[in-house]
């Protein structure tokens, strides 16, 4: 069973599925996640905190799911692992708004885009002092993914020299471009075609298995 927390998370997102984030109301958000108005205050203390709560949840979901997507093809080797992100990148930011405009900057008037706290003031919650930091630009996004993507080559490697491991870390990076270039204009024969293309090649069984 989902914390009260987990529960008016939900509760936000699916609302925002169907309104945009200035027609949601607090009093909706806590009946339809069965707590109390008085619970969702103590719990984010503005809507605006709601809203970065959100925000910072879909950016750890997504890199759960990154993390979660490269031990998947651990056995597939190096350029199956770094597919299987991009596509996790593309399919997410396809059904998941929050995530799309995380990943691209672009939020749009139905989406929240809520910014650090600027005051001294810390929320008692831990979990909301880390949503009222803020959540990542796209650009660190994407140097988290390409920084797991090459964390997680590097461990099943036994040895690589420098240039060899600079060239893997190119290429994580290369995907990493690549999926979000198709998140904003989508491939018509999906992604993974086109970072196995770009990340094979010479130097691959060397640098990235």
Request: hydrophobic fraction near 40%.
């Given at each position: 069973m989902p914390s009260a927390r987990e529960a008016l998370l939900n509760a936000a997102l699916t609302a925002l599925y169907h309104l945009p984030w200035s027609g949601i109301r607090m009093v909706d958000v806590a009946s339809v996640a069965g707590v109390?108005?008085?619970?969702?205050?103590?719990?984010?203390?503005?809507?605006?905190?709601?809203?970065?709560?959100?925000?910072?949840?879909?950016?750890?979901?997504?890199l759960h799911g990154v993390d979660r997507s490269l031990l998947l093809e651990r056995g597939a080797g190096g350029v199956e692992q770094l597919v299987a992100v991009a596509e996790w990148t593309v399919g997410e930011a396809r059904a998941r708004p929050l995530l799309r405009a995380l990943l691209t900057g672009c939020w749009g008037e139905r989406l929240p885009a809520p910014r650090a706290v600027r005051t001294a003031a810390l929320s008692g919650v831990p979990a909301q002092r880390r949503a009222d930091a803020g959540h990542p630009a796209p650009s660190e996004l994407a140097t988290a993914v390409r920084d797991r993507s090459f964390a997680a080559l590097e461990h099943a490697a036994r040895s690589?020299?420098?240039?060899?491991?600079?060239?893997?870390?190119?290429?994580?990076?290369?995907?990493?471009?690549?999926?979000?270039?198709?998140?904003?204009?989508?491939?018509?024969?999906?992604?993974?075609?086109?970072?196995?293309?770009?990340?094979?090649?010479?130097?691959?069984?060397?640098?990235?298995?």
């Open positions: 109390s108005r008085q619970t969702l205050y103590n719990e984010f203390g503005s809507k605006e905190g709601l809203a970065r709560a959100l925000v910072r949840r879909e950016a750890d979901a997504y690589r020299t420098k240039e060899e491991a600079a060239e893997v870390a190119h290429r994580c990076e290369l995907a990493v471009r690549l999926a979000l270039s198709c998140v904003v204009a989508p491939a018509p024969d999906g992604v993974g075609q086109l970072v196995r293309t770009a990340v094979s090649g010479p130097g691959w069984r060397a640098a990235g298995r």
